[in-house]
């Protein structure tokens, strides 16, 4: 009786009395099963201190406070549902939103679980521990990320759906589920450091629903493989061009013995990829470092630009100062007293020196600037490169080799050849002609050809 009855054990008891014979025995037996979770029943002795004990204080906590909603909902107590259902609201925040989360799914109960996951979404981009949510069932993480309280640095966003359905989940996550929670407008940017690895198990779920697919026919138009190729190629060199290099000297260092073992594990994650994919990736970075290398040449000028004009306005302020100095001095030969004669072409000498020394400095800066660009060495490639006869400039001798870029080139005494480039980088208009080309071309598959050039780090000779 009272606030605090529990309605539904009210009527079971009224059925009780209801089916009572003469004798006093109940004619039905009134069986009343009760299966509950654990924290349920733990639960179960407050609930009986509430009905039965109205002046005791209700022990609630965030550990039983969902089972405590739930158990008012079972045994329909208006009372402990309001009061619980308040401490909730009241409690829940970003600290402990996925305790609530995941007791309100256990129970059941839609309308905590749907405020404990937007929550868990608001606060996704500040929360310092992810284990909590990397054991969240798919659907439940789902729910999360495509919350319309989600806030995450979109980067950050890519390293935790990857690192869940990557790492965590690769056995329950089809391809729909992927594209989903990866679309555009959720995760704009992808970071680098896992964009090769999403697009290779982006490109598994795909073979896994169609192993006999044309991989570049499934990704016509595909907003999330371009936007991983496109993270990749900006990030060229860490992310393609230096696991190429470790896999690289792996090989070459290999002995006899290491080459009867397993096979090295490419550490350039996109050989994983399928070979029309890869091409593409590497397409991509291509004309992503000319582009860099570009940028980068644009600036040298530009501040070698900047370096010979000023060497150009010191100078003219050197002659500038010459001159007036040399005015100063003839009007010192006019000047009867020759000790202030003497002291005055001292301070000439002195200015001229300065003047000299500074002149000086200004030239080795410009030399310098003109070494630092001749460290940028063009990538010779072309295979049948011979050595141009002295006598007729027209025959070339294809059995000596300058410079390879193609790995299957094997010669008895090297690899690449010893004669380095003979001019600085720049397009040739005789490319067809062997004697007088002298660098790697890369043709771009559109009509368009394409220098290749490194960066010399040591003042090595190439």
């Not at 994919?277 to 290398?293: G, S, V």
């Not at 295979?383 to 080799?401: A, I, L, R, W």
Request: aromatic share 8%; proline share 5%; charged share 30%.
């Amino acid at each position: 009786v009272g606030s605090r009855r529990s309605e539904l054990l009210g009527r079971r008891i009224r059925e009780a009395d209801n089916t009572t014979r003469p004798d006093g025995h109940s004619s039905d037996v009134n069986v009343h099963e009760t299966i509950m979770l654990e924290s349920a029943a733990d639960a179960m002795g407050i609930v009986l201190d509430f009905l039965y004990y109205p002046d005791k204080p209700l022990e609630m906590n965030i550990h039983n406070a969902v089972p405590l909603v739930y158990l008012g909902k079972r045994y329909r107590i208006r009372a402990l549902i309001e009061q619980s259902e308040e401490f909730v609201h009241s409690h829940l925040e970003s600290t402990n939103a996925i305790h609530f989360l995941l007791d309100s799914y256990l129970y059941q109960l839609d309308d905590i679980l749907s405020r404990a996951i937007d929550v868990t979404a608001a606060n996704l981009g500040a929360t310092l521990d992810f284990n909590p949510i990397y054991q969240l069932p798919p659907e439940l993480f789902r729910r999360i990320i495509l919350s319309k309280d989600l806030n995450c640095d979109s980067g950050l966003l890519s390293l935790i759906v990857y690192s869940y359905c990557g790492e965590h989940h690769a056995e329950d996550i089809d391809v729909e589920y992927l594209r989903e929670i990866t679309k555009q407008h959720l995760m704009p940017e992808i970071d680098s450091k896992v964009a090769l690895m999403l697009l290779k198990f982006y490109v598994d779920l795909i073979f896994a629903d169609d192993e006999n697919c044309d991989i570049m026919d499934v990704l016509v138009g595909d907003s999330l493989m371009q936007r991983c190729i496109a993270v990749a190629a900006k990030h060229w060199q860490g992310e393609v061009y230096e696991p190429l290099m470790v896999d690289s000297e792996f090989n070459e260092s290999a002995s006899p013995m290491k080459r009867r073992l397993p096979a090295h594990e490419p550490t350039a994650i996109h050989r994983a990829l399928p070979t029309k994919l890869q091409n593409y990736l590497l397409e991509k970075c291509i004309i992503e470092a000319k582009n860099d290398f570009d940028s980068e040449r644009a600036a040298k000028d530009a501040q070698q630009g900047e370096k010979q004009a000023e060497i150009e306005a010191v100078t003219k302020s050197c002659d500038a100062i010459v001159r007036e100095l040399q005015n100063d001095l003839r009007e010192s030969e006019k000047n009867q007293n020759k000790q202030n004669l003497k002291t005055h072409l001292d301070k000439i000498e002195a200015k001229m020196l300065e003047m000299e020394a500074e002149l000086e400095l200004q030239k080795q800066k410009a030399e310098a600037y003109k070494q630092e660009l001749k460290r940028f060495r063009r990538v010779p490639g072309i295979h049948n490169f011979g050595e141009v006869c002295k006598k007729d400039p027209t025959v070339v001798d294809k059995t000596k080799c300058t410079y390879s870029g193609n790995p299957d080139h094997h010669y008895p005494l090297h690899r690449r050849g010893d004669r380095p480039p003979t001019q600085m980088p720049g397009m040739t208009a005789e490319f067809q002609n062997l004697a007088k080309e002298n660098g790697y071309i890369y043709d771009d598959g559109h009509g368009g050809l394409l220098p290749v050039f490194y960066y010399v780090n040591t003042s090595a000779s190439v």
